[in-house]
Every structure is written in structure tokens, then in C-alpha cells.
């Protein structure tokens, strides 16, 4: 069995930065996984991400991008694009995120061996609930890349009989249906 | 001739601290803390249930989600005049406490140890030699030879192998570096097992939050928490045993390893408790409430006026008139609208950005005042009020440490020595074991309470015909947390959050005083003013949190620091 963690990161109050976490509640309401993995809103961690990834063999992390992009763009990241870049100083002890936490778990020896990131590129990051349309427009998307990759580290889902309303508390009921099905 | 000095983590999404200083002969001679975060978060709030509304809070932040939680439920709780069954305070209190020591080894080993600790030196250590000087120190049994070699033979690996990963872009080798050899091992290898720990503790959050990052337990007028003894389902024995054990190795480590280390890096850079003062203006709001009206407290509260400990004055509860009546926000020199002064019920969170201007606007950070004062606010604050109102448990911790360091550096330390940088680093690590310490008791109080029968959990809100406002606080990791709400017709008419970090991280006012950040910065000598180690020293012994309100991945690495030196 195969321990894989899907998970959602950002803001839901900012806008596109709630992508992530949108992005995990409509995977975990339209599928059933395999026993082993797991599907997580992570909301903005900091260096407790460390916790979250250790022991999975693999993770599949969902996250807005800031690229050159049109929004609403799907690209996969893998390891090596993750941790290209390490920052330097540490300014703020509390933004460390993402690639300080892999680092770290590498230096720890307990980083997974795949490490996965889905990014959508965002229009908006203004203080607010809703999606961008373009963005909305990608979830589909989104969740297909999320399934693939999951699919390639061999672990599978099946659709719901009976899917569950996408738990989704912080949008507000006009927001835009994020899938037409 | 005075050279100005911008470290700056240039992020494309608002939400980062940025340090602007000028160096003239090799030490600081005037700062300015800026910060690119765009408060109107709060403008989501409006028109929100108030029952909701800590759903929302506890996601300002990844780092302080539990915080924000339970400063917003006691804020609509104080509006109402909600008291809260025992049970619920307890179980609260758990969560704060366990989520506090959390935060403070994260702190400490992960955020700001290697500010201290030099890792080139780490191969030139003697294994067996540090065993020997960690016994001399502390009982702690993972003190081996065999755990040191082990983290030893870690950082050589990554030395050899070129890619220093995390390590990359430390201030290494930097001459105001200056343990020996052994210390950095020692240290290092702490740093190693704090993970281990700090996880332990948010187990515990998890346990009765439900759920960790964000707990799902809170409710305004108590907890969520089913109470069955029996039941595995619910919060029972079993349960509160798996706490129990969590808490006593987190408690072991708390006051075997970390204290020991802070106080053992103290003895070994005393300069340090000469530099990094400012702002002597202290608050702090009294926590860890005893009973369900919120009258009687575990943790202290009041404040410091110019450094005078003679003159402090308690606050009696944790919505304390004198502290509701005395919070203003000043806009002068943050990218808000508006003129005077407004106290946080009145207050409007409307942007005027006019880019960076050191003479005018320069932060998105409002400047709080208390009684028209910046204030530093976080444990330093915490265990001088309790210091000076002679609160035993403050007492006895603060008198443990600075036993511990006249031990190993032969210094005395003196109250007046902890406006300091080291002093906010020691009190952090005092204020931890005194919360070590309760977490043990208000573990047993809720045991004890349950084992009477009391199962209630929860008491329900009822909301007045006419409009009623509300202070919620906490005496959160990083000081003094204030969530104030207006309310009418049972929806939310005005809310702010007036953060620690924004106490600390404070622009200058109207008058031109200088935020506690700011201030803390002046003469601090700096060995090379192009790599400023000596700056983030005093920045990071604040615990600055103002990051995390937005996460965005940025694949081009613009998330990099710089440090760029005019």
C-alpha cells in the first residue's frame, strides 16, 4: 500500500489562493481513493508542512503559481523544479512554506521520494472568497493532472456513486458551480 | 559615511517583513520596519454570522490558525456576556498551551538557533567531548555520544556533498559566530530532535481540536468536544491518557533540553543582553482563564511604563477596561486612509498606497498604541509583568533560568539585563516551562472536573435586540492578540484584529516614535554590514509572524530574499 498525501495549500480569504484547498474538497468529494491515500486542506502551513509530508512515500501538493502564464493555466512541478530556487535569508521566520520545508525533509532523510505540485495560475489574489472565472474554469483540470500523476505512482480512485457536496464553507453560495456536471 | 542597508524578501504577493537600515561606523543608527501585507482581510468579516466568524480568523494565518480561532469566539463571547463551562476553558486552554510550547520550540531550534550556531564548525567537533559537556548541563538521556555523532556525521554528508540544501545562504564562518565547536554540535543536534517534539505537542492540538492545521472544536459559547469516559469516539479516558504521555515528553524536553540551550547560548554571547532593547513599554493580557466568568487566570497580564518594574500595573481580566479603553491605531505612516487615531471598534481598514517614502507612508502595518505609546508586546512582555507583580510561577522560572546561566557563564543576570535580545529569547524559553508546567495542571483540573460528572460542554449564545461590541484576547506565542467585533442584528457589523507582530513590527506614529522592531535596531553593532547576521539576531528574537497569509508558489524563485547594501 502506497502512502500518498493529496494536498490543498493557501488562503481561502485571498482570492485564487484558495485554489488548493478547493481543489482538494472537490477530490475528496467526487472520489474514493485507495486505502493509504489521503486527502488534505492544508491551508497555509509553515514549517509544519514537514509533519504532513513525512512518512508518505509520495505527495501531490495543489497550489496557485504566480508565472507569466494566462490564469487559470494548469503546469505539474516536479522536485527538481520545486527546490531549484533555495532562499537566502531568512527574513521572516514564518515564511519559510514550501521549499524550506522540502529541504528540510530532505536534510532529515524524511522527505517522500515524489514529491508533486499542481499549480494554477491565479488572476486575483484580492482579500475575498470567490475564485477568479478563470480560474474556476481550470478545476477540472486541476483535478485531472492531480488523478493522472496519482495514477502514475499506482495508486487509484474511483468515482463516487453518491457524490458529497463540495465542502467549500468560505465561498459564498453565488459563487461560480466549479463543475458543470 | 552612512550606508543604508534594505533586507527585503522580495515576493511578488504581499505579506513579508521588510528591514530598512542605516549603518554609520559599523552600527546601526536608524531603522524603519515595513511590511507588504494588505490588511483588508478583516472586510471579509462584514455581514458574516458572528458564530462563523473564527472559521474565517483561523485562516488569516497557517502558523497562528488556533489563535486567531479562539481570540474570535471570546471576542463575540465578551460582546455577549457568554460565560463558558469549565470544561470548555480547560480544553481550551489545553489546546493554547500545547500549541504555545509547539510554537516556541519551532521558534527557537528551526526559526532562529542558527542565527547562533555555526554550522562549518559542526565537523570539527568531538563527539565524546560534547557528551561530556551536555551531562555537565542537563539529564537529558538523548544526550549520547551516539545521537551526537549522528547529526555530526549528517552535516558532514552535506558538506562533502556540495549541496547544502537547506543550509544554503547561512551567515556561516561569520565572525559575531562564536561557540565552540562542541556548543554547535550540541545545539545542532537539538535542532535535530525539536522536530520530533514540537510534533508531539501539536498532537495534542489535534486530539481535541480534531484537527490540525485549523481545529474544528471551537464554538462560541464553548467547545464541540463530546465528553464520554467510556466512549472511544468521544473525549474519554483513553484520549486524555494519549495527552498525558504527549505532554510528559514534551514537558522533559522543554525543561531539559530547551531551556538548558537558551540559557547556555546566553552564557555565551553576554554581550548580547546589552544590544537589541527599544521599546521598554510592555503589555500583556492576562490568559489560561480558572474559572467559567473568566475572573481568576494562570497566566499574568498588565503593563510596563519606560521600563519602570516598581510601577506595573495588573490588569484583572482579559478584557480589562483599562486595556479596552486605551487601543488606537495610528495610519501616519501606513498606506491607510484616514487622520487621528482610531480605537480598533472605530477602526477602517481602507488602502491608500503611495509606495515606499521613509518620511511619509512606508508599511501596510498600522501602528498600535496603548494609551498613545508603542508597546512591545510577546513573552518578554509576559514574564516582566508577571516579574514585577511578583507572580510565583513567574517567579520560579524566571529564577530556574537565570540560576542556570550564572551556573554555566558565571554571568548575573538582572531583571534590567532582559531588555534585550536575549532577554526576549530567555523569556520565551522561561515562559515555556511555566506553560510546561500548566499544561500538566489544567490537564488534571479537566480530569478532575469530569470525574465529577460535569459533562457540559457548551453554553448557548443569545444574541441582544441591540448593537453590542466585543474585545476577544489571548496571550498568544507572540504576545498580546486583540480580535474586536461589532455587533448587530446577529451579523457582523465591524471587526478588527489588532496581531502581535503588528505591535511589534509598528511604523513609526504621528510623533515619530519608533515601533519596538525599529527601535530594538538602533546601535546594534554589525562585524560586516553587508551579511547583517546582528540585524536578524534582534528581528527574529521578536518571533516575527506576518507571512502566511498568502502561500503562492513562485517557480521562478522570486521568493528570495535580498539583502542590498546602498
Known amino acids: ?46 514549517l509544519d508542512l514537514i509533519d504532513q509530508i513525512s512518512a508518505k512515500d509520495a505527495v501531490i501538493l495543489i497550489d496557485s503559481i504566480e508565472t507569466d502564464a494566462a490564469p487559470g493555466t494548469v503546469v505539474l512541478y516536479r522536485k527538481a523544479d520545486i527546490v531549484r530556487h533555495c532562499p537566502t535569508v531568512r527574513m521572516d521566520p514564518h515564511s519559510p512554506a514550501l521549499v ?82 | 559615511m552612512a550606508k543604508r542597508i534594505t533586507i527585503d524578501p522580495i515576493t511578488r504577493i504581499e505579506g513579508h517583513l521588510r528591514i530598512d537600515v542605516e549603518v554609520d561606523n559599523n552600527a546601526v543608527s536608524n531603522a524603519w520596519a515595513s511590511c507588504t501585507m494588505w490588511r483588508g482581510i478583516e472586510k471579509i468579516l462584514r455581514a458574516r454570522d458572528p458564530r462563523d466568524a473564527w472559521l474565517f480568523t483561523q485562516r488569516f494565518c497557517g502558523v497562528c490558525t488556533t489563535v486567531h480561532a479562539m481570540a474570535s469566539v471570546r471576542a463575540v463571547e465578551d460582546a455577549l456576556k457568554l460565560e463558558i463551562p469549565l470544561n470548555a476553558q ?19 531550534y528551526q526559526l532562529s538557533a542558527l542565527d547562533w550556531v555555526d554550522i562549518l564548525q559542526i565537523p570539527k567537533a568531538d563527539p565524546t567531548a560534547t557528551e561530556k559537556l551536555a551531562e555537565s548541563l542537563s539529564p537529558w538521556t538523548r544526550n549520547s555520544r551516539n545521537e551526537f555523532k549522528a547529526a555530526q556525521d549528517r552535516v558532514k554528508a552535506v558538506a562533502s556533498s556540495g549541496q547544502l540544501g537547506i543550509f544554503m545562504n547561512g551567515y556561516w564562518g561569520h565572525p559575531a559566530m562564536r561557540l565552540s565547536p562542541e556548543v554547535n554540535l550540541l545545539a545542532f543536534t537539538h535542532y535535530m530532535q525539536a522536530l520530533e517534539y514540537q510534533r508531539k505537542a501539536l498532537q495534542v492540538v ?47 524536553f522543554i525543561n531539559e533540553v530547551y531551556v538548558v540551550d537558551v540559557c547556555a547560548v546566553a552564557a555565551m554571547y553576554p554581550d548580547w543582553f546589552k544590544i537589541g532593547s527599544g521599546v521598554k513599554n510592555y503589555l500583556a493580557v492576562p490568559d489560561l482563564p480558572l474559572d467559567s466568568a473568566g ?49 480598533p471598534w472605530a477602526g477602517e481598514t481602507e488602502p491608500d498606497f503611495t509606495g515606499w517614502n521613509e518620511d511619509q507612508k512606508y508599511s501596510w502595518v498600522k501602528a498600535p498604541r496603548f494609551k498613545g505609546e508603542p508597546m512591545q508586546v510577546g513573552p518578554l512582555a509576559q514574564v ?53 508546567e500548566l499544561a500538566q495542571k489544567h490537564l488534571q483540573l479537566l480530569i478532575d472536573n469530569i470525574s465529577k460528572g460535569d459533562y457540559t460542554v457548551h453554553n448557548q449564545p443569545v444574541f441582544p435586540g441591540h448593537e453590542v461590541e466585543g474585545v476577544g484576547t489571548h496571550e498568544a506565542p507572540r504576545g498580546t492578540l486583540s480580535h474586536w467585533i461589532v455587533i448587530k442584528d446577529e451579523k457582523i457589523k465591524n471587526y478588527q484584529a489588532v496581531v502581535p507582530s503588528t505591535w511589534n513590527a509598528s511604523p513609526r506614529d504621528h510623533s515619530g516614535a519608533h515601533g519596538p522592531y525599529e527601535a530594538s535596531l538602533l546601535h546594534t553593532p554589525l562585524a560586516r554590514p553587508e551579511e547583517p547576521l546582528e540585524v536578524l539576531r534582534t528581528v527574529h528574537s521578536f518571533d516575527p509572524c506576518m507571512a502566511c497569509a498568502c502561500h503562492t508558489f513562485d517557480p521562478s524563485g522570486h521568493q528570495i530574499a535580498k539583502v542590498k547594501v546602498l
Open chain 2, 384 to 436: 516582566l509583568v508577571g516579574f514585577a507583580q511578583g507572580h510565583p510561577l513567574t517567579l520560579k522560572h524566571a529564577t530556574l533560568a537565570i540560576n542556570k546561566i550564572e551556573t554555566i557563564g558565571g554571568i548575573h543576570v538582572t531583571p534590567d539585563m532582559l531588555h534585550s535580545t536575549l532577554g526576549r529569547h530567555g523569556a520565551r524559553a522561561i515562559r515555556a516551562s511555566m506553560l510546561a
Open chain 2, 206 to 252: 489535534g486530539i481535541l481540536g480534531s484537527k490540525t492545521p485549523h481545529i474544528q472544536n471551537l464554538t462560541v459559547g464553548g467547545v464541540a468536544n463530546a465528553i464520554d469516559l467510556d466512549s472511544p469516539s468521544a473525549l474519554g479516558m483513553a484520549g486524555l491518557e494519549n495527552i498525558r504521555v504527549l505532554l510528559d515528553e514534551v514537558v522533559r
Open chain 2, 295 to 343: 475572573t481568576s487566570y494562570d497566566l499574568p497580564g498588565g503593563y510596563i511604563m519606560n521600563g519602570n518594574l516598581a510601577g506595573v500595573h495588573p490588569f484583572k481580566t482579559a478584557a480589562d477596561k483599562e486595556f479596552r479603553d486605551s487601543v488606537s491605531e495610528d495610519v501616519t505612516h501606513a498606506y491607510y486612509q484616514g487622520g487621528k487615531p482610531l480605537h
Open chain 2, 90 to 108: 480547560y480544553i481550551r486552554n489545553l489546546i493554547l498551551i500545547a500549541h504555545a510550547l509547539h510554537d516556541h520550540i519551532v521558534h527557537f
Open chain 1, 1 to 46: 500500500m502506497k502512502k500518498v498525501l493529496i494536498g490543498g495549500i493557501g488562503n481561502v480569504l485571498l482570492g485564487d489562493d484558495g485554489v488548493g484547498p478547493y481543489v482538494a474538497r472537490l477530490l475528496a468529494a467526487r472520489y474514493e481513493f485507495d486505502e493509504g491515500v489521503e486527502v488534505a486542506d492544508l491551508g497555509t502551513p509553515a
Open chain 1, 100 to 181: 524550506d520545508t522540502i529541504l528540510s525533509a530532505d536534510f532529515f532523510g524524511i522527505a517522500p521520494a515524489d514529491v508533486l505540485l499542481v499549480g494554477i495560475q491565479a488572476a486575483s489574489f484580492e482579500a475575498g472568497c470567490s475564485l477568479s472565472r478563470s480560474v474556476a474554469a481550470s478545476l477540472d483540470k486541476a483535478v485531472t493532472e492531480v488523478l493522472n500523476e496519482l495514477e502514475r505512482l499506482g495508486a487509484k480512485h474511483r468515482s463516487r456513486e453518491d457524490p458529497a457536496d463540495i465542502d467549500t464553507w468560505w465561498t459564498p453560495k453565488d459563487n461560480l458551480s466549479p463543475l458543470s456536471a
